[in-house]
């Protein structure tokens, strides 16, 4: 896409999410932890449709125009499981039999049938403790997955073993056999623990079939994870701007303290690593939609990009949490909703940690010893 | 072709592996084995055989337009050009005429200037050093008080530079020097160039904590240069010396040395088995990714100039993550070492010889020089992040 067309979507972006923190502080007290008649606004948009390709109803836009509209809802502390719903978009949009399920991808594009994945484990890897067997026509799910963001969802998409290999299914809420358990998360957000105790489905529940599933999960995850790395970048943009702002008018020893060297460099230091997550985050689009790039390319630039993300939030919103002094430790101040928003988005899909492993897992270093790639 | 020899094709029509591929077979076939990796800025006379071909080839100033005699790169050809140089380990030559004196003389020279230095720059027949810093003008340049006085049509300079890089190499000097002493600090100040062979001018190395002498004190007694070797207006140096600080810190803040550093990491991980301790691997993917993502800031700047567009302030960037990344990462090399990082030039660790100190003193004063990082952060802090001064 154009760069100005991407700077027109970003104006869009950033007069629908205002910086709001008692519309953030609403969207939460609601059980699904976000208010879904946003949901519904952002996906009349079209957002949800921006990376489902033109041939199957989409706007086919691409990866950029999914970061510049993530980049403003981090700015707006946004709630709202957008980065989750890219990666349900690249699911469905990869079913096995296209016709069948394109009825529920639009549905979901429009908001009005809230899906979600049950994909990762603990540790941020996609191996959930569910296993399916086969029982005559049927399929059995048995175990427990953490994490699921969106425990309102109508439906989810489970990632389960099956043999020596992995596929996707479609549990709806109600399913006899499955429980619904809700975590807390730092922001306030909510995350399901989904407990299968023998759930039955039908054989043409299954979305993705073994062979394809590593694919397609390994896709949803790179795009989960870039998509995420952009909210996390407007996280960082508010909370940044906030400092700047707070440094410009806090007056002591009769001087804004802003005139002091020692803030300026810490604050400068902020800055640096938000223009890094942001040229990282240049760097990762470019790879993602290069078609001569490698799936391992493409997968090390998601990480390497989650890794700096992660990692660059954590520390720009503790050093703004500092420079603020004590007025930033007030939750009604405001600044607390980007620094638990951080914490939240950091954790999720993995760490900082996890993801330099996998990114040094999957990009060559010649003679350093490579572990199995995720 | 007015300047330098023609270029063999349109690199910048080629596939970035195809490009790759020439620059590297080339390297590969002709540059030194012995002044591979060097441990210490190495003299023009231990280099003059690789560069003097590359002179030749035309290949001496990748990044000039090829209208001037360059090789006139692309930002992301220019980068992988850099790449191979770092990945073969080739040496950096005293190369401030291709890297400041030639892009000066396009911007601000006359024609004339023109003719007369460029071609010489290409061909090294002349080769510069860098007469800025004073023992009392360091951080604030603006304050130095070498003072060039018009007599005639000459310029007679008088005062003294310091940390001039290889100025014992140098058959010429650009310099910055006070030629109106009633003005205010930066209104007063030409940027002059002048022959080193003249009578006035003495050179004293500077012996380094790492055992070095590439740096230099340079005094002017009664030097004499022509006046039409001013370079822009008179009392005008500082624009010229700022429009150069940008340029600088773009050149300092290259992924070059940090590049060069994770090499000589992944050496003595592989070397010393520190590969297959997660603790390690956990710092080293660290640095692989401030690399990586150093690579992408550089692309966005190098694609402003690319374009032809002004650098703002904010490419000071470049310059502080570069040097520190570079440190950490020459920091990660001795540590890894262990008892062995105690050890001076090459040294003996598995089944190969690394030098571990050498990068180690290199990366200590690029915090320093260039404008060390604390007067970077303080051109961020007022110039783009808009906080107010005392």
């Known amino acids: 896409m154009r760069d100005e067309t991407l700077a027109m979507l970003a104006d869009v972006a950033a007069a629908f999410a205002k910086v709001d923190g008692q519309r953030v502080r609403r969207a939460l007290s609601h059980d699904a932890g976000f208010d879904r008649k946003t949901w519904v606004e952002m996906a009349e948009q079209g957002w949800l449709s921006i990376l489902v390709p033109e041939d199957r109803g989409g706007l086919g836009l691409g990866m950029g125009a999914s970061t510049v509209v993530a980049r403003q809802l981090g700015r707006a502390a946004y709630p709202e499981p957008f980065a989750a719903g890219t990666a349900v978009v690249a699911c469905l949009s990869e079913a096995e039999s296209a016709a069948a399920w394109e009825p529920r991808l639009a549905m979901f594009s429009a908001g009005v049938l809230l899906v979600s994945l049950a994909w990762q484990n603990v540790r941020g890897e996609l191996d959930p403790g569910v296993t399916a067997a086969g029982d005559g026509d049927d399929i059995i799910l048995t175990g427990e997955s953490r994490l699921v963001a969106a425990p309102t969802a109508d439906a989810f998409l489970v990632l389960a073993r099956l043999g020596e290999g992995q596929a996707l299914y479609w549990v709806g809420r109600d399913e006899a056999g499955l429980a619904i358990d809700v975590e807390i998360s730092a922001d306030g957000g909510r995350s399901a623990r989904l407990r299968f105790d023998g759930v039955r489905v039908a054989s043409d529940a299954c979305l993705i079939a073994p062979a394809r599933t590593a694919e397609v999960m390994r896709r949803a995850m790179d795009v989960a994870l870039i998509v995420s790395s952009a909210e996390l970048l407007g996280v960082m943009d508010q909370a940044l701007e906030m400092t700047l702002e707070y440094l410009r008018t806090r007056v002591q020893f009769n001087v804004p303290i802003g005139s002091f060297q020692a803030l300026q460099h810490r604050v400068v230091d902020m800055w640096i690593q938000r223009q890094l997550t942001e040229a990282a985050l240049g760097g990762a689009v470019s790879v993602f939609d290069n078609p001569r790039a490698s799936v391992d390319d493409r997968s090390a630039a998601a990480s390497g990009l989650k890794a700096r993300a992660a990692q660059a939030a954590l520390f720009l919103c503790n050093q703004a949490l500092q420079l603020h002094g004590g007025i930033g430790f007030a939750e009604e101040y405001g600044l607390g909703l980007y620094f638990n928003r951080a914490i939240t988005l950091s954790a999720w899909l993995g760490n900082a940690g996890r993801h330099r492993r996998r990114f040094g897992e999957l990009s060559s270093t010649v003679g350093v010893t490579a572990g199995g790639a995720a | ?390």
């Not at chain 2, 500077?206 to 006046?227: C, K």
């Open chain 2, 1 to 390: 072709m007015k300047y330098g020899v023609p270029q063999e094709q349109d690199w910048n029509a080629l596939d970035d592996e195809a490009f790759r591929a020439i620059v590297r077979a080339e390297i590969e076939a002709n540059y030194p084995q012995e002044v591979r990796y060097p441990s210490r800025r190495l003299r023009w006379q231990e280099l003059s055989g690789w560069y003097l071909r590359m002179a030749e080839k035309g290949w001496i100033a990748p990044a000039w337009p090829t209208e001037y005699g360059g090789m006139g790169l692309s930002p992301a050809k220019l980068l992988l050009f850099f790449e191979e140089q770092e990945r073969f380990g080739v040496a950096r030559f005293p190369d401030q005429g291709i890297v400041m004196v030639g892009p000066v003389l396009m911007r601000y020279g006359t024609e004339e200037q023109r003719d007369r230095y460029l071609p010489k720059i290409l061909s090294c027949g002349h080769i510069w050093c860098q007469g800025y810093s004073e023992p009392n003008a360091g951080s604030d340049l603006a304050s130095l008080r070498t003072e060039a006085k018009l007599d005639g049509d000459e310029f007679v300079i008088n005062g003294q530079k310091t940390w001039t890089t290889l100025a014992q190499d140098a058959t010429h000097i650009f310099v910055l020097a006070r030629t109106d002493p009633a003005a205010k600090k930066q209104a007063g100040i030409s940027f002059l160039l002048a022959d080193m062979t003249v009578p006035g001018i003495t050179v004293r190395p500077i012996r380094d904590i790492a055992g070095h002498d590439e740096l230099n004190e340079v005094f002017l007694d009664n030097v004499r240069t022509s006046a039409d070797n001013l370079v822009g207006p008179l009392h005008g140096g500082w624009t010229i010396a700022k429009s150069l600080l940008g340029f600088e810190r773009i050149m300092l803040g290259s992924p070059k040395l940090p590049e060069f550093g994770l090499q000589v990491l992944q050496s003595v991980a592989e070397a010393s088995g520190a590969g297959d301790d997660p603790v390690f691997q956990d710092r080293f993917q660290q640095l692989r990714l401030d690399v990586a993502h150093l690579g992408d800031l550089y692309r966005h700047f190098a694609g402003i100039v690319g374009r032809g567009e002004p650098l703002g302030s904010d490419v000071s960037i470049l310059k502080i993550f570069a040097t520190e990344t570079f440190q950490r990462i020459t920091d990660l090399i001795v540590e890894t070492g262990g008892p062995l990082g105690a050890l001076q030039g090459d040294v003996l660790i598995g089944d190969r010889t690394i030098d571990l100190l050498g990068p180690y003193y290199k990366s200590r004063p690029s915090t320093i020089y260039g404008g060390s990082n604390e007067i970077q952060r303080n051109i961020i802090a007022k110039q783009v992040l808009e906080l107010p001064s005392r």
